[in-house]
């Protein structure tokens, strides 16, 4: 089902219009975010469910209106991605402990859990016409230097958000049309399974 939203997926069964445009551009508008706006994305992060209510995630920030700050973690960017997220309102990095707690030996679910508490940033963020796109391309070694990270957490994933730009005025042709492409998805037929591993339900 298409709607006006131009990002809205086209979802096989009706789902929330936050799930529908959620979406990952690669063309951000310049301005920073409200700062009430980040609070309130790190707020739907903290009340995220996670294992034995350890809520094993930090997060690092860097608003764009500090210029230093976004430079240093602008910094930690694959080349790739600094092309793009470097007209991101702020840059994150999401980070687990990687000890449980409650045994004191490694966290089976840290990272599924900070993965969680992303997913709700990121609703919570689309609620504000933001818009969140996360990077697996970043240099993790330099961002524990660079924020002196424990030895007992570990950086997960860099974290774009800001207000989404106009694809047709971007000046990379490139990211405007990763921008424009169709949203697509596999049919759940090829992951939804019942009676035996890949017999569609
Ligand atoms: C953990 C994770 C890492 C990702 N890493 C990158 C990345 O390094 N660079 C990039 O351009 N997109 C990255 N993405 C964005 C995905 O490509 C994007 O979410 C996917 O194509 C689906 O598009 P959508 O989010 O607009 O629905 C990443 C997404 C996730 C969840």
């Not at 920030?61 to 430079?71: I, K």
């Not at 240093?72 to 991101?88: D, P």
């Not at 994933?157 to 990379?172: K, L, M, N, Q, R």
């Amino acid at each position: 089902m298409a709607t006006e939203h131009p990002k809205h997926a086209e979802t096989e069964f009706p789902v929330h219009r936050l799930i529908a445009t959620r979406w990952s551009p690669y063309v951000f508008d310049p301005q920073p975010i409200e700062t009430a706006q980040l609070r309130a994305c790190l707020e739907a992060a903290r009340w995220s469910p996670s294992s034995y209510n350890e809520q094993p995630w930090s997060f690092l920030v860097a608003s764009r209106t500090d210029p230093a700050c976004f430079e240093t973690m602008l910094g930690c960017l694959v080349e790739f991605n600094q092309n793009w997220a470097r007209n991101a309102g702020a840059l994150l990095v999401a980070v687990a402990a990687t000890t449980a707690e409650a045994t004191g030996k490694p966290h089976p679910s840290a990272y599924y859990e900070v993965g969680l508490a992303v997913a709700h940033l990121a609703f919570q963020a689309t609620e504000f016409g933001l818009a969140v796109h996360q990077m697996g391309g970043f240099d993790r070694q330099r961002t524990r230097a660079a924020y002196e990270i424990p030895e007992a957490f570990d950086p997960i994933t860099a974290i774009a958000i800001g207000h989404p730009g106009d694809p047709a005025s971007a000046v990379d042709a490139a990211f405007a049309a990763r921008d424009q492409a169709t949203r697509e998805r596999k049919p759940q037929d090829e992951f939804v399974f019942s009676g035996r591993w890949g017999k569609p339900w």
